[in-house]
T-cell receptor, first 114, second 108 residues
Framework: DTEVTQTPKHLVMGMTNKKSLKCEQH?????MYWYKQKAKKPPELMFV???????INESVPSRFSPECPNSSLLNLHLHALQPEDSALYLC?????????????FGSGTRLTVV | AQRVTQPEKLLSVFKGAPVELKCNYS??????LFWYVQYSRQRLQLLLR??SRESIKGFTADLNKGETSFHLKKPFAQEEDSAMYYC??????????FGSGTRLLVRP
């Protein structure tokens, strides 16, 4: 398995809802990432997990809460989002010893906040 | 601070013409550089990594440390090359930082 799988592919949520995005990989990668991508813009890093521990939080608002239950799974819990949070949320993973092999991205969850 | 610059938002060429997508970076350490491609409605895909010096789909990129550049080149563009191309730099904390992207449009 050489893919990063993200679910759901699309999500519409109200500003008072609580929802979660899920990401899964079985490549043995020990670093996992959440990125946010707005239309016609590059991906922006949100969080980095290394060996299931949060290593980088790029000053992301607390309404986004990441979780890494094990080495294959990464979740992003969403609560009280704003319409401007609507975007494509991308998960990625990489090896930790050989970053030179690159980062593998999922196809993303397209989130719409209404 | 590390930074990746892609000066062209859009590059339009005719089929069969040479292509060069520019990328410059600033990084105090030894950089790891990549080119990613995003076709319409598809996921980001790794195209090239500087360490491997490989050629994928006819594209090549050479790291020039003196000019801090990692330009992407292809001698003869094809219509199926039309996509968004991102240059990216990985730092020592596993952060992957993207340039703003260049949209390549190959006209028939």
């Amino acid at each position: 398995d050489t893919e990063v799988t993200q679910t759901p592919k699309h999500l519409v949520m109200g500003m008072t809802n609580k929802k979660s995005l899920k990401c899964e990989q079985h490549m043995g990668h020990r670093a996992m990432y959440w990125y946010k991508q707005k239309a016609k813009k590059p991906p922006e890093l949100m969080f980095v997990y290394s060996y299931e521990k949060l290593s980088i939080n790029e000053s992301v608002p607390s309404r986004f809460s990441p979780e890494c239950p094990n080495s294959s799974l990464l979740n992003l819990h969403l609560h009280a989002l704003q319409p401007e949070d609507s975007a494509l949320y991308l998960c990625a993973s990489s090896q930790t010893r050989d970053r030179i092999y690159g980062y593998t991205f999922g196809s993303g969850t397209r989130l719409t906040v209404v | 601070a590390q930074r990746v610059t892609q000066p062209e938002k859009l590059l339009s060429v005719f089929k069969g013409a040479p292509v060069e997508l520019k990328c410059n970076y600033s990084y105090s350490g030894s950089p790891e550089l990549f080119w990613y491609v995003q076709y319409s409605r598809q996921r980001l895909q790794l195209l090239l990594r500087h360490i491997s010096r490989e050629s994928i789909k006819g594209f090549t990129a050479d790291l020039n440390k003196g000019e801090t550049s990692f330009h992407l080149k292809k001698p003869f563009a094809q219509e199926e090359d039309s996509a968004m191309y991102y240059c990216a730099l990985a730092d020592s904390s596993y952060k992957l930082i993207f340039g703003s992207g260049t949209r390549l449009l190959v006209r028939p």
